[in-house]
């Protein structure tokens, strides 16, 4: 497998933007994607925002594993860390995210009514790319106020979006500049963090393939009809080509196709409920 790295130009930008920023905001709502808790944290941000309320927003949470998930809460919450596990497409959750932050800063609201100040609370929006930053923010405004798409690095520049008394600053996603723990950047590679044309699905698709038989053999077992998951990832692979008819002429494997089937499967959730890490 290729060593895994993506840390555009731009990124460098989005980093000094925030640093820029941050006196400007009350608070830092970090978005991360529940399939991959730990690898999309970015200690880079974990360090900026250090002195800053935080809540972690773990997304996607209808794709996750949930007994897994509960789990991954309850680490955050024995390190003092405020989360919230939501779908953003569910307006419930949505509110309760709504709700959440204003309790995270109910102290900063409190204080500005003392001195007669009444202006929004403003929130800076951040994570890693394709985590649904901009999706959350236009559920929480009710309206497609923010730039979203289902590519990893859709936002290049700074949004801010008013709505209610909140005012929120959406930010690219950045990555961190070097991944030191290459499973990791992996599990950012599956859940399309990185830029998918930088990377050779074939060799991505095996290692996926490689752990997802060993951590869940069940779900492949149910999506593609593999009864023996213990076989090796390359008899996996061969198996999954022959039952989803990736083949070409002369009967040889079509590694490319099934590659891009078996990735597509997991990010729509099409495998099943999984937790990455």
Known sequence: MQHLQWFPGHMTKAMRMMEENLKAVDGVLIVLDARAPKASLNNKLNKLFENKKVLY??????LADQIKLKKVIEEFRAEGKAVLAITAMDK?????????????????????????????????????????KSTIINALCGGKKAVTGDKAGVTKG????????????????????????????????????????????????????????????QLITAKYGIEDCSVGPLELFNAICVRRGFLMKGGEYDY???AVAVI??????????IVLD
């Open 57 to 62: 927003v773990l997304n996607k949470s209808d």
């Open 264 to 273: 597509d499967d997991f990010r729509k959730g099409r495998l099943g409920k």
């Open 256 to 258: 490319d196709r099934c």
């Open 92 to 132: 419930r959750a949505v509110d309760t995210l709504y709700e959440k932050l204003f309790s995270l800063l109910k102290d900063k609201l409190e204080r500005n009514k003392l001195k007669g100040v009444f202006k929004p609370i403003r929130i800076m929006v951040a994570g890693i790319p394709n985590t649904g």
């Open 158 to 217: 700074k949004q801010w979006v008013r709505l209610r008394e909140l005012e929120l600053l959406d930010t690219p996603g950045t990555m961190p500049p070097a991944f030191e723990n290459q499973t990791l950047a992996k599990h950012l590679a599956y859940i399309g963090s990185m830029n998918d044309a930088n990377i050779d699905f074939v060799d991505l698709a095996f290692e996926f393939l490689k752990e997802i038989k060993e951590t869940y053999p």
